[in-house]
Each structure stands twice: as C-alpha cells, then as structure tokens.
C-alpha cells in the first residue's frame, strides 16, 4: 500500500463571515475518524452554490469560519480504520454529500441526499477548497485511476446533479428538454448529459458566447433570454410540433425563469427545480397546470450510485465540462465573474497554487 507523508499544515480559501470575501491562508490539516478518508485535493470545480453559500443566500445556516467546495478530486491519503474498500493513493472524490446516517428510512432507499442527518461539503462541515479534505468513505466518489482530475472535478456537483434530474424529468429518448441556463457549469453539463440519454436539449441562456458554447455542446437549438422578443414562442418553435418541449430543467440563478417554464413545457410535460436563486418562489397558473396535466417538482443532487452513473459518462467521453483552470488563490476572482454571470462552462481551482 502506498504511503504518504501528510505536512501538518496547508492552504485553503476560509470564508470568515457571511457575506464573504474568501481568505487565502494556511490551516491545520485535520485527521480522518474512524470511518472517514482524507483526501489530497488536486483541483477542486467552483459551483454557484458555493458563492450562495459565501453570501449566505439560503435559509440554511453554514458554518463559520468555513472552507468552502464541493468538486474536489484528489487522492486518498490517509483513512480510518475502519475504512476497507479504499486504499491510499486511490482516487477519489468530496462531494456535495460529504455524509449521511445511512440508517434512516431516505438512506435505507438510497435517498441519502435527504438525510435528516446530512453532512454537507463547503456548507455544514468543511469542503474542498483546501489541501487535504475530509470525507466520509462511504459517501466519497470512486474515481477511475485512467481519470484526469482535472477535468472530472466538475462532474461531481454539476454531473451528478443534472443527469439525476434529467432522470427524475422522466424524460425518454427522442424527446425534448428545454436547459434553462445552459452556458453555466450545470447547464454545460446538462446539453451534454442529455445528448447522450438520446434527448434534443434546447439550451436557454443569454448572450452570443453563451450560445455558441451551447451549440458546440449538442443542444438543437438555443433561445438567448436577453435578446428573445418572446421567449416562450421562441422555446416553443425550437420543437417539430410546436407544442414545447417534454421537460425543462431550471438551473439559472434568476426567479424569473422559474414563473415562466410552465407556459412553455408541453402538456403532461414536467418541470424539474435545481437552480437555487436566493429567495426564489414558484408561482404557476392552477388551471392551466390543472387542465395541461404539468408536473413541477425539486432535483436535489444524487446518491452514490448515481455518482457513479455519472462518472461512467465521463468515462466513456459523453460528456466533458469547457473548464479554465487558476490557482485556489484567485477564487475571489472566479466568484466576481460568477456574480456578473461571466462564466462559460466551469471555473477549476488548482489546490497547489
Ligand atoms: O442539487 C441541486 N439542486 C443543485 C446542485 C448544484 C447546484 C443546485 N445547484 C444550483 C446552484 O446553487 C445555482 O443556484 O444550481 C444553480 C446553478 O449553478 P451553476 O451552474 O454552478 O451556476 P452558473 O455557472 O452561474 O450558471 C447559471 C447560468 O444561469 C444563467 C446564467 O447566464 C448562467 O449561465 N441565467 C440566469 I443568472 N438567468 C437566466 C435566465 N433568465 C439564465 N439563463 C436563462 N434564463
Ligand atoms: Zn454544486
Ligand atoms: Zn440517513
């Protein structure tokens, strides 16, 4: 077995209060539990929910001072000893779901994500914007030797999150779905994923860059928000019959979207929340959600095994995020871009500088 000497100290990005700005600094590096591994983070992917989590955007406290990420990908360094199925120098990956009882009735179906008793990575416990990261080993990603970290990072929010909820969509193949958002790291993701379930995505988001980055991507067709005279006509046309699309899966960062999906999915089409723009609500029409049969419904992350569905997309090259790549130093930088909603694809922080 591997063996590796693990220093006492190392850099992370700490977020000291709410609101934010991140500080870069070194901190001790902590010892796994019994049933924990401790991971050497090799790059990390930066999600929109961190910055949420930064300026403390949800009803959900975070803990303080907190290291913030949840895509990171790295190397298992050290584990409890209760730990078997993992070895050192194993890759692996810190995700959203750090933890979970696994003895409640939502971890006995394997829907750890709503764990009474969740962990949360970047959020209640710390995350992947550091060095040397904790995880649960039941929960972490078994990430395939032949992977580069690099580029997997972001599959491990973003992929697992949007190819769960194209599948909660219900969507078959053949069919059409409307990403809403699709330029930014889920969105990405999403034209991807579904291409490769043998659906038609129909990338909604605004600005040129954006569309052209979403077409490369696969989608049929892209519906640009900011200079559409009519979007829902325009969402509508993008499909052979004119009657909307068969899902829509809402990953932007703006209520406004959210009120409007449901004027244009089709009849008995559903409507799948993921984005989570702080103080949002759902607003849509009961008669027409009545008399056109519409479901709306949440997506929240994914279990394990979905994580590992996900990676085995990446594996097989279906699917691979645009990503840029700089130092955990500059992520205040990536969140001020994030904020002004300049991000094509995913930011990736290199732990190492
Ligand atoms: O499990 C979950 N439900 C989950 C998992 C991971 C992330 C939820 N999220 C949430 C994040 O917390 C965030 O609220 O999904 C949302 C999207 O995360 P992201 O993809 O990491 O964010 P981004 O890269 O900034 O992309 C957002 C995109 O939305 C577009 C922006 O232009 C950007 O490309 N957008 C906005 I803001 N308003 C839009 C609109 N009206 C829009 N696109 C279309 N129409
Ligand atoms: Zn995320
Ligand atoms: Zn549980």
Redesign the pocket.
Known sequence: MAKFDVPKEQWAQVVEKSGGPVVYKKIPVQQPGPDEVLINVKYSGV???DL?AMMGDWPLDTKLPLVGGHEGAGVVVAKGELVKDIELGDYAGIK?LNGSCLACSFCMQADEPLCPHALLSGYTVDGSFQQYAIAKAAHVARIPKEMDLEAVAPVL??GI?VYKGLKESGLRPGQYVAI??A?????SMAVQYAKAMGLHAIG???GEE?GKSVKELGATAYVD?MSSKDLVQDVKNATPDGLGPHAVLL????E??FQQATEYVRSRGSVVC????AGAYLKAPVFDTVIRMISIKG???GNRQDTQEALDFFGRGLVKVPFKTVGLSELQNVYDL?KE?K?VG?YVVDTSR
């Open positions: 999600c929109h929910t949420h959203w929010c973003a999150t809403v958002g330029g930014g790291g889920l969105g909604i988001d605004g954006k928000f990953l932007a960062v703006s406004k979207p993921i984005g989570l723009p997506s929240y992350v994030m909603g991000i995913r």
